[in-house]
Nanobody, 124 residues
Framework: QVPLVESGGGLVQAGESLRLACAASGWRFDLFGMGWLRQAPGKERQFVASISRRSSNKAYAELVKDRFTISRDNAQNTVYLQMNSLTPGDTAAYSC?????????????????WGQGTQVTVFS
C-alpha cells in the first residue's frame, strides 16, 4: 500500500465542473500508472480514467470520455481528474489508485493501492 490522498469532491449542480486531485508522498510516483475509479451507492466500483506513468497513454470509460480529462504532474506527485458537464449519474465516491504496471490500465484488478476516496454529488 502506498499513501494516496484525494481532494476536490463536493456538491454541485448538473452541468457544473469539478477538479479532483490525488496526492502521493514518500514514494516514486513517476514509476506508477494511475487511475480514477468510482463507486455509487449499491453499485460495483467502475473504472473512470487512467494515465500511464509519463502521460503518454490515457484511457477513459465510455460514459465519461468526452467530459472528463485525466492528467498528472510528476514533479508535484499529483494526478488530476477534470470533470465537466457533470450529471447526477456521476454521483459516486471517487478514488485514485496505483498500478505497478506503469500503464493506463482499465481493469480494477490491475490496481494495487487505493486512496480513501472523495465524494462527488451532482443534483439536477
Amino acid at each position: 500500500q502506498v499513501p494516496l490522498v484525494e481532494s476536490g469532491g463536493g456538491l454541485v449542480q448538473a452541468g457544473e465542473s469539478l477538479r479532483l486531485a490525488c496526492a502521493a508522498s514518500g514514494w516514486r510516483f513517476d514509476l506508477f500508472g494511475m487511475g480514477w475509479l468510482r463507486q455509487a451507492p449499491g453499485k460495483e466500483r467502475q473504472f473512470v480514467a487512467s494515465i500511464s506513468r509519463r502521460s503518454s497513454n490515457k484511457a477513459y470509460a465510455e460514459l465519461v470520455k468526452d467530459r472528463f480529462t485525466i492528467s498528472r504532474d510528476n514533479a508535484q506527485n499529483t494526478v488530476y481528474l477534470q470533470m465537466n458537464s457533470l450529471t447526477p449519474g456521476d454521483t459516486a465516491a471517487y478514488s485514485c489508485a496505483t498500478t505497478t504496471t506503469g500503464g493506463a490500465r482499465t481493469s480494477e484488478s490491475d490496481y494495487d493501492s487505493w486512496g480513501q476516496g472523495t465524494q462527488v454529488t451532482v443534483f439536477s
